[in-house]
């Protein structure tokens, strides 16, 4: 499943965020979508699931537009993992993973739905949480949950607003691990992610949005330090850990 933006552009009330987007991705790729505050990111990841409506421009999954498609087609294509939680369900993990299931169903569950949340509560090991209630969880296993519950719509592409936000480095690995492992699994990932040394560890590619525009796109390759400097307004100091750069900010006043 590959999926196309062309000259995305989007603007909230005639403000324009999103200005000429064009990249294609691969099937299979982990895609770390990385700029400043403000850049676009969440808006842009909004449009490919479908939330909002480009201004301009055309969104491509496997050839066909994504405007195209009717909300339930578009939910076995595009799982979502939203950042902002204001409201947590009341129900238990397995039910919360079960509404993952909810395009699939016409009004009964059948034993086939059931038998895919075990699957993904046992896959990402799960099984010891999944009676409690969401709200009893602590940040990162929420977080699997609400992984958990977009991997049950079993969806091609996966996207994620800053998966890893208010995670200890702990739980940071472990999502970026899971994930990293699900795109193995033949699906498609872009996830925003602030923290360009997790995301580098991880990704297999990476698009740099800066003031709503593409300022860059590939492979570790584009993760130099003129290019973080330039992304960033900051400055950094680079250094190699495990054979990946590593970007450590630096202060204009030391
Ligand atoms: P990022 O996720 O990269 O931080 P966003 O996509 O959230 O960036 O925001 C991009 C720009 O759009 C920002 O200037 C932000 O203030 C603006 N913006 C985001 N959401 C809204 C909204 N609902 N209404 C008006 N402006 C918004
Ligand atoms: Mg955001």
């Excluded at 719509?153 to 936000?165: G, K, N, S, W």
């Excluded at 872009?190 to 995301?199: E, G, S, Y």
Aim: a positive charge; hydrophobic letters at 40%; proline letters at 4%.
């Amino acid at each position: 499943m590959s999926l196309a933006l062309e000259n995305i552009t989007f603007s909230y009330n005639s403000v324009p965020v999103l200005n000429t987007i064009t990249q294609e991705i691969k099937k299979g790729e982990f895609i770390g979508l990385v700029g400043p505050n403000g850049s676009g990111k969440s808006t842009l990841i909004k449009c490919i699931n479908g939330i909002l409506k480009p201004g301009e421009g055309k969104i491509k999954i496997d050839q066909a537009e994504l405007s195209a498609l009717n909300r339930i087609t578009l939910a076995k294509k595009i799982g979502y993992v939203p950042q902002e939680r204001a409201t947590l369900p009341q129900s238990t993990v397995f039910d919360t993973i079960l509404l993952g299931r909810k395009p699939y169903i016409k009004w009964k569950l059948n034993k086939a739905d059931k038998q895919i949340v075990i699957k993904i509560i046992k896959q990402l090991n799960l099984e010891s949480i999944a009676m409690k209630s969401v709200r009893a969880l602590s940040g990162g296993e929420r977080q699997k949950v609400f992984i958990a519950r977009a991997l049950a719509q079993e969806p091609d592409i996966l996207l994620l607003d800053e998966p890893t936000a208010n995670l200890d480095i702990n739980h940071q690995i472990e999502v970026m691990q899971l994930l990293h492992k699900i795109t193995k699994q033949n699906y498609t990932i872009i996830a925003a992610i602030h923290d360009i040394n997790l995301a580098i560890q991880f990704c297999s590619g990476f698009i740099m949005l800066k003031s709503g525009k593409l300022f860059a796109s590939g492979g570790k390759e584009i993760l130099k330090k003129k290019n973080i400097e330039s992304l960033y307004n900051a400055k950094v100091n680079m250094t190699e850990v495990n054979g990946n750069a590593f970007f450590i900010p630096v202060s204009n006043d030391l």
